[in-house]
T-cell receptor, first 118, second 113 residues
Framework: NAGVTQTPKFQVLKTGQSMTLQCAQD?????MYWYRQDPGMGLRLIYYSASEGTTDKGEVPNGYNVSRLNKREFSLRLESAAPSQTSVYFC?????????????????FGPGTRLTVT | LAKTTQPISMDSYEGQEVNITCSHNNIATNDYITWYQQFPSQGPRFIIQ???TKVTNEVASLFIPADRKSSTLSLPRVSLSDTAVYYC??????????????FGKGTHLIIQP
């Protein structure tokens, strides 16, 4: 049981390049999330997926796209990287599902991807 | 959506009990209070959650007064390894969506020998 895995761990891009950050979870969770964390700051939600086949914008979605490929995988794509997107990116998952009640909103986080855009 | 306020930083010493208080004045009836811990270069880790009164697990205790407008995370007998950033979140009991997914800057707890 690996929990939440992210690839790659580190990446350096030049301005204008594109890349996809991969995330997978093996806990059969319904919801998945992408956050970014800038130095000395808290986490900011980029996009989330409350269930397979649905995605919604979070606080800072501009410059990013996501794909919920299946229940396990949720990818984040930078189409044209900018220096302002230099950050650490965390993927998370939880059992929480839209339309249901319960306390299954505990989030499990991956190890992060450290991205530098020059 | 309940906004949370916590101290930016706190210092303590090994062996002491540390209490970190979070204010959430406009918490809704169905909201839960959740705390996470984050070490440098790692993703946050869930510590504890509660609705009212007191919750205790092997890591920490969570105290919530009757009006639920604040909560206090209590770490007993801290060690150097408890140096981390601690986040307080208020999460709706029902439904999905992005409510309760704002981590803020958290409280940077520094434990000294």
């Amino acid at each position: 049981n690996a929990g939440v895995t992210q690839t790659p761990k580190f990446q350096v891009l030049k301005t204008g390049q594109s890349m996809t950050l991969q995330c997978a979870q093996d806990m059969n969770h319904n919801s998945m999330y992408w956050y970014r964390q800038d130095p000395g700051m808290g986490l900011r939600l980029i996009y989330y997926s409350a269930s397979e086949g649905t995605t919604d914008k979070g606080e800072v979605p501009n410059g990013y796209n996501v794909s919920r490929l299946n229940k396990r995988e949720f990818s984040l794509r930078l189409e044209s990287a900018a220096p302002s997107q230099t950050s650490v990116y965390f993927c998370a998952s939880s059992a929480r599902t839209t339309g249901t009640s319960g306390s299954d909103y505990e989030q499990y986080f991956g190890p992060g991807t450290r991205l530098t855009v020059t | 959506l309940a906004k949370t306020t916590q101290p930016i930083s706190m210092d303590s010493y090994e062996g002491q009990e540390v209490n970190i208080t979070c204010s959430h004045n406009n918490i809704a009836t169905n909201d839960y209070i959740t705390w996470y811990q984050q070490f440098p270069s790692q993703g946050p880790r869930f510590i504890i959650q509660g609705y009212k009164t007191k919750v205790t697990n092997e890591v920490a205790s969570l105290f919530i007064p009757a009006d639920r407008k604040s909560s206090t995370l209590s770490l007993p007998r801290v060690s150097l390894s408890d140096t981390a950033v601690y986040y307080c979140l208020v999460v709706p009991y029902s439904g999905g969506g992005a409510d309760g997914l704002t981590f803020g800057k958290g409280t940077h707890l520094i434990i000294q020998p």
